[in-house]
């Protein structure tokens, strides 16, 4: 009985580090494109990619990114979480989903290789927003890039709704795309 008790309360943290397996190293990743609409509207769904090259001669562990702003902290006081969304995440990157709220992880990246990380996001909150991003070369810190790998987006937010009709012949909602 007190083996099993034991064995109980060992298997409750300490044990071996988060960033046991990841190997140590500075890989050289760059960001070859990164797309996001400028001019946005309140529930009209956008999407944001950001395309990722491994320029080193060796694989990297794991290519992540880490994206903030996609809520914002409110200033109304007395808030358990004053996080607020200001785009709702309809499909993050397919297979880059991590332990962490606000980074995605797409696998391993051989030399000479891309990756494209690709959300569709939409937003719920008006106003002027940047949404602020950076590139890793793993989860755990021990694999480093050579040089920052970041970047953001200004994004302006329309409170107007996004114009759109139903097609006579169809029946079906179409969006009309042109510039507010």
């Keep these: 009985m007190l083996t099993a008790a034991t064995l109980a309360i060992a298997g409750c943290g300490g044990g ?3 960033d046991a397996d990841e190997p140590s190293g500075t890989y050289a990743l760059e ?3 990164a797309s996001f609409p400028e001019r946005q509207s309140l529930a009209s769904a956008s999407e944001m990619k950001i395309t990722v090259r491994n320029a080193d001669t060796k694989a990297v562990p794991v290519v992540a990114v880490t994206v903030d702003s996609f809520s914002k902290d409110s200033e109304q006081p007395g808030l358990a979480d004053p996080s607020r969304p200001v785009w709702v995440i309809d499909r993050p990157p397919v297979g880059g989903d991590t332990a962490y709220t606000n980074t995605w992880a797409l ?21 002027t927003h940047t949404v602020k991003y950076r590139v890793a070369a793993g989860l755990d810190g ?4 050579a ?4 970047g953001d987006f200004t994004v302006d937010i329309s ?3 996004a114009r759109s009709r139903v097609d006579p012949e169809t029946g079906k909602v179409v969006r009309d795309t042109d510039e507010r």
């Design 16 to 18: 071996e580090r988060q």
């Design 107 to 127: 696998g391993s990246l051989p030399a000479g290789q891309t990756r494209t990380f690709s959300w569709r996001v939409t937003p719920v909150q008006s106003g």
């Design 31 to 33: 960001v070859v494109s």
């Design 142 to 145: 021990k694999a480093k890039t």
């Design 147 to 150: 040089s920052e790998q970041a």
């Design 159 to 161: 409170d107007a709704p």
